[in-house]
């Protein structure tokens, strides 16, 4: 089974809009961390935020928010007043507490589209 | 600083040639990696360095060996490669403190193209 799912291969948002990117995960370890990362054209994965098993609060880093519902497994990436420099892949991957030497497990990803 | 470098940003190599892709951190990071990334696909993971000393092979062919010689630098030397090697090679490193939040920052990566 795949462990994080990312059912959007591409998403279009008009410039200063917000976009939601879905995120699902599997896992039975109740310790895990989630991520997300962009990747424009050039190849740089990017490190945008992080959301811990435990956290109470959603994450939040400047436009990028993570909307974590746990009990759903899913941690949506929102991306508030979209810009022509967010057009990028962007992925969503997961480490649990019980895997080895910091093991990432990455979604497919979701091919984001700023229009002007 | 969360940067990582690699060097070459590109390189094209013929079937017998051998080269070397190369990796460098200053963040005092004690975990590095490396992964292949083919096109419009997450990356995969390659091999895992902790405190230089390789833990992680995914059973990757043996004309990929890496190399770690000290905590910052990493290196990947290529030998008789295939064209379906062809793809962007991707270094990250990672404090290693074995707790969840422990993040991977990746390097810009060395586009690949095997002739």
Redesign the interface.
């Given at each position: 089974a795949q462990k994080i799912t990312q059912t959007q291969p591409g998403m279009f948002v008009q410039e200063k809009e917000a976009v939601t990117l879905d995120c699902t995960y599997d896992t039975s370890d109740p310790?895990?961390?989630l991520?997300w990362?962009k990747q424009p054209s050039?190849?740089?994965?990017?490190?945008l935020i992080?959301q811990?098993?435990y956290d109470q609060q959603n994450a939040t880093e400047g436009r990028y928010s993570l909307n974590f519902q746990k009990a759903r497994k899913s941690a949506n990436l929102v991306i508030s007043a979209s810009q022509l420099g967010d057009s990028a892949?962007y992925?969503c991957a997961m480490?649990?507490?019980g895997s080895?030497?910091?093991?990432?497990y990455?979604?497919?990803?979701t091919?984001l589209t700023v229009w002007p | 600083d969360?940067e990582v470098t690699q060097t070459p940003k590109h390189l094209v190599m013929g079937m017998t040639n051998k080269k070397s892709l190369k990796c460098e951190q200053h963040m005092g990071h004690r975990?590095m990696?490396w992964y292949k990334q083919k096109a419009?696909?997450?990356?995969e993971?390659m091999f895992?360095y902790?405190y230089e000393k390789l833990?992680?092979n995914e059973s990757v062919p043996s004309r990929f060996s890496p190399e770690c010689p000290n905590s910052s630098l990493l290196n990947l030397h290529l030998h008789a490669l295939q064209p379906e090697d062809s793809a962007?090679y991707?270094c990250?490193s990672?404090q290693?403190q074995g707790a969840?939040?422990?993040?991977?920052?990746?390097?810009?990566?060395t586009?690949l193209t095997v002739l």
């Open positions: 310790s895990y961390g991520f990362y050039s190849g740089e994965m990017i490190f992080y811990g098993s892949m992925f480490r649990e507490r080895t030497l910091g093991r990432l990455f979604g497919r990803g091919q | 969360t975990a990696y419009k696909k997450p990356p993971l895992v902790s833990s992680i962007l991707l990250a990672s290693l969840i939040t422990d993040t991977q920052y990746f390097g810009p990566g586009r």
